[in-house]
């Protein structure tokens, strides 16, 4: 069989989605019960991260040392990689040496380019265009929660970001509605938007976008790479922060998420992350689960 990737969620089927989700959750049941499991023996991860993390970083870090196996970073101010040798080559050369490699960057592209010339596993740890790890985590949160996602619906606040575009294709796979409530000039692709079938609206006003909605998730403004618009963004967002008050607008079970790292008084309002509704912390550790699984899934 050809080696799986994992660059975006559609690189699994819905049914795989939905056994990795609930894989994760019995990983984290047997964590908690700290059963000893070590299905990656002697196998290694390669991690090549261009921008800064906490959690995909210790989240795979751990996960392999749980499972038995290992874990290199490697940052491209001391590779080759950050002196100009070709990601073609360097997919090439790392993936006769480990077992899989995870790549967080800029261009999308970049992970593709590895990717085909990769003979191990490739998984986007965040690109500028997608994070799909991080909608395993959410997902896998909202099903431990509340229940299936399926037919539920979903609002995402803020920036047509990276973390908005995985929300598109989490839709399509897991079959929910999503609203996605964001000033002109900062909605996600019109492709992506198409591709959802119907799934994925824009809804300008952020209080008529969240009625009804079981899961509200927001994002920073500014991400990583985009620092210097920060000032223009915070005008053009203004009106778009997350609070109990914006919550109150939604279904009465509705959660909240936030894949953090948050700005408080930005995108959320200093108390999101305390109100009950939040469940932002059981999803950050829910990388670390989710993550598990999908290592398991593409190594085994
Ligand atoms: N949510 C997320 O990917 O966090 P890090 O940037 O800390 O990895
Ligand atoms: N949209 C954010 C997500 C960080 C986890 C960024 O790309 O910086």
């Not at 005008?235 to 008050?245: D, G, K, L």
């Not at 200093?270 to 950050?284: C, G, K, Y």
Request: hydrophobic share 40%; aromatic share 8%.
């Amino acid at each position: 069989m050809s080696t799986r990737h994992f660059l975006t969620l559609t690189d699994l089927s819905t049914h795989e989605l939905r056994q990795l989700i609930q894989r994760a959750l019995e990983l984290k049941a047997m964590h908690r019960r700290r059963e000893v499991y070590e299905p990656l023996k002697n196998r290694v991860l390669g991690m090549i991260f261009e921008k800064s993390s906490t959690r995909t970083r210790v989240s795979f870090e751990a996960g392999m040392a749980q499972f038995g196996g290992s874990a290199i970073f490697l940052s491209p101010r001391d590779t080759q990689l950050g002196r100009g040798e070709p990601v073609e080559d360097t997919a090439r050369v790392l993936s006769s040496m480990v077992d899989a490699v995870m790549i967080r960057t800029f261009d999308h592209q970049m992970v593709e380019r590895f990717a085909a010339f990769s003979s191990v596993p490739v998984i986007n740890g965040l690109t500028d265009d997608y994070h799909p790890c991080q909608l395993l985590a959410d997902m896998q949160t909202f099903f431990e929660v509340r229940g299936d996602i399926q037919g539920k619906r979903v609002c995402w606040v803020g920036d047509g970001n990276n973390m908005c575009n995985s929300y598109i294709k989490a839709a399509q796979l897991f079959d929910f509605e999503l609203h996605i409530a964001c000033p002109e000039g900062y909605e996600p692709p019109a492709a992506l938007l198409e591709e959802s079938q119907g799934r994925a609206q824009v809804i300008r006003d952020p209080v008529e976008a969240v009625k009804g909605s079981h899961l509200v998730a927001t994002d920073v403004w500014a991400s990583m790479g985009q620092e210097e618009e920060a000032q223009k963004r915070m005008r053009a967002f203004a009106s778009y922060q997350v609070s109990p008050a914006l919550m109150d607008h939604a279904a009465k079970e509705a959660i909240f998420m936030h894949c953090l790292p948050a700005h408080r008084g930005e995108e959320i309002s200093m108390d999101m992350l305390d109100d009950p509704r939040s469940v932002a912390f059981i999803e950050a550790e829910n990388r670390l689960h989710a993550q598990k699984a999908l290592l398991e899934f593409l190594l085994r």
